[in-house]
């Protein structure tokens, strides 16, 4: 059998669907392929309590829509493969003095364009338990995690490779140098780091994950900023039943420092991250711990979240030499006859930062409530409101609501 080269593959990607899959329409590409459309609607309202505060307000509602397809392999020892990805971001309601909330392509004083689109796609080969794939991705790693927070992710660009040859031994090797920001259209070349500002040409990484047991694994992953930031991370994952409890831990220290021609200048950084979990029934308790250590804040990928144990709905606690607590409650409503319905309680309080010269603390509330649809010709149909209260020396004051409509469509 005949398998397409990457070249031939990339070629396929540009065909209408129609021309590109005969071409490709072995069993398992087929029997194996998905496509959903995904509806998201999200009403953003963040008050800025403080005095003087330059903008009164962050008030926005927008309307989104993606639509993704992938494929399996074909038959053969090389397996190839797609995937399609396409998004919309529609205004429904903003304004200049409202503008900002990251929903959309606009800032304070500007109300920017009514909507904004992503076009994207990967090209995917596959040898055994090794993958090889290029295109446009949304990376859920501990060095570089996309985020999902506001109305479209971001798409970063580039080429990936997994292999699970191994046994219980998952190796990731990556370069990405463009990426969509998650309220653009279009991609950039300049990929920019967080907390700092600059930008680098590509970023690349390498992971390698060791699984002991189902429950047990420990990770060691490699990133670098070109010209900006390297970092090493060290984590720990782990699980086990105590009578009718399940215990968990996620333990992880991030090392960071400056790369190359070093454009956001020294850095000095080591990240100490720590979530221990209690599960009883329908209820998980959590104690969360970060520490901050050196003296620079923490270095990630913009549009990306920390993957610390205290980055929530507003504070991520990242500052230089800041120390933070969380506890948090977790219940599932499944047990009283609602399944579907979860809440989340959750308080975080950082401090031994400086600001202004002066000793810094913050804290956050969080109350996250959750409703998905489990049957019926609703089915997958959520709803979801997350309220947020800060007290920052840093952030201000703020007070947050966010109501978000969802539902995902599987057309096959």
Known sequence: MHNPSLAQLFGLLALPPALALPALAHAEFIKDSSVNLTLRNIYFNRD??????????????????????????????VGVGLELYSALGLKLDSSDARAGT????NRFGDSGP????????V?????????LKVGGFTPKTPILLSSDARLLPPIYNGATLSSTDIDNLTLDLGRFDKVNFRNSSGNHDEILAGNYGVSGDHFDYFGATYAFSPTVNVAYWRAELQDVYQQNYLGFQGSRKAGDWVLSA????????????????????GLTTAMLSANYGAQTFRVGYQDNSGDSPFPYLQDADTYGANVVQILDFTRARETSWQLRHDLDFAAFGVPGLVMINRY????????GGQAGKEWERNLDITYVVQSGPMKNFGVRWRNATVRSDGAGELDENRLILSYTLPLK
């Open 48 to 77: 800025f309590r403080q005095d003087n505060a330059p903008q009164s307000k962050r008030e926005e509602w927008a309307q989104g829509f993606m639509f993704s397809a992938k494929s399996g392999y074909t038959e053969g020892t």
């Open 102 to 105: 990251g929903l959309l392509p």
């Open 114 to 121: 009514g909507s904004y689109s992503d076009l994207s796609g």
């Open 123 to 131: 090209a995917k080969m596959k040898i055994a338990k090794t993958e």
């Open 250 to 269: 996620n333990l992880g220290y991030f090392d960071s420092s400056e790369n190359g021609a070093a454009r956001g200048g020294d850095i000095d950084n």
């Open 348 to 355: 975080i309080r950082g401090d031994g930062y400086e600001i």
